[in-house]
């Protein structure tokens, strides 16, 4: 079966996110000044080839925590649909 993945990795929120300051400081200067705390992560979608929905997230799981994100500065959410 084929499974389509979305992951969102974000930086964890102890960790200062510059690009997430940088947005968030131009955006005052636009006039949006109620507009804070932006935080800039990266959307990941792929697709995945399994057995079962239950392999499908054991792989995108492996993925996200051997390559897609860096545990220590980074959260990882994902969900999974069929295809």
């Known amino acids: 079966m084929k499974f389509q993945a979305e ?3 974000m930086p964890k929120k102890e ?3 510059p690009q ?3 947005v968030s400081s131009s955006m005052k ?3 949006l000044t109620t507009i804070q705390n932006v935080r800039i992560g990266k959307h990941i979608s792929l697709e995945i080839t399994a057995d079962s929905e ?5 792989l995108v ?3 996200c925590k051997n390559l897609l994100a860096n545990l220590i500065m980074e959260s990882y ?3 999974i649909v069929a295809c």
């Open 7 to 9: 992951i969102n990795v």
């Open 54 to 58: 239950a392999q499908a997230k054991e």
């Open 29 to 31: 200067n636009l006039g």
């Open 61 to 63: 799981d492996q993925a």
């Open 20 to 22: 997430g300051k940088a």
């Open 77 to 79: 959410e994902f969900t």
């Open 15 to 17: 960790i200062l996110d």
